[in-house]
């Protein structure tokens, strides 16, 4: 018997979560990898945060950020329950996400955690009220 991912929320969820790490991992490391030499960067595609579910959850949370762009444009899109629970399961992925990466007050750059002391981007110190 296979899952479907649209009715396991909790999969759904940690997908969703896992994306949007692997995406703040990414843009940390793209800039870097374009001049790296191909071992190097292999290395931090390894780097990036693992993938533990089904490449059917991915699949169905890729679907789920795409009708979320195309929606935030204005796009007039038939949805379908599953759909629309999806976007409800995105929309608190996100805020969770959003929450536990807050941007710096100076660059705007997504911080790895919620306690970070300084800007891994800037260097901006962060103190209590920034």
């Known amino acids: 018997m296979s899952i479907d991912p649209a009715r396991d929320t909790q999969g759904m969820q940690a997908a969703l979560r896992e994306l949007l790490e692997e995406s703040l991992e990414f ?10 030499a191909e071992a190097t960067r292999e290395s931090m595609l390894g780097s990036l945060p ?25 796009a007039a899109l038939v949805l379908s329950f599953a759909e629309a629970d ?31 002391t300084s800007c891994h981007a800037c260097g901006a110190d962060f103190k209590k009220g920034n």
């Open 86 to 116: 999806g976007l409800v399961l995105l929309s608190r992925a996100r805020g969770e996400f959003e929450h536990n990466h807050p941007p710096c007050y100076k660059c705007g750059k997504l911080q790895a955690g919620l306690f970070a």
């Open 27 to 36: 843009a940390r490391v793209k800039d870097s990898m374009e001049t790296a």
């Open 50 to 74: 693992p993938r533990t579910l089904a490449a059917g959850y991915y699949t169905a949370a890729e679907h789920l950020f795409w009708l979320e762009a195309r929606l935030k444009v204005g």
